[in-house]
């Protein structure tokens, strides 16, 4: 695998986590108190989980990386990086479709 790859990955954790950053106090203040709290938004929920399901699947990858090694282990924690994803966001877009109008 290419270092390009391998850095455009990083780069993508780091974009997620900084979305999340930036998403997760937004939806606390959703449930504030009345003075502070703010509208509810829908599209907020789907960035949070598209960008925690990218951060998480990275985050799989390399603790994988960690425990397998060779052409085989790095093929194997791939597969699971791309299973983890697909898991979390298929779980929370269903919860998501389900719960909001």
Known sequence: ??????ALRQLASYAAAALL??????????HAPPPLRQPPRPWLLWLIL???????S???RQVLYDYLHGDTGRRLAEAA???FFAAVAAVGAYGLAKTLP
């Open 50 to 56: 598209v960008a925690a399901a990218i951060h998480g």
């Open 21 to 30: 950053a930036f998403a997760l106090p937004l939806h606390l203040l959703e």
């Open 81 to 83: 990086s791309l299973l």
């Open 58 to 60: 990275q985050g799989v």
């Open 1 to 6: 695998m290419g270092w390009r790859l391998e």
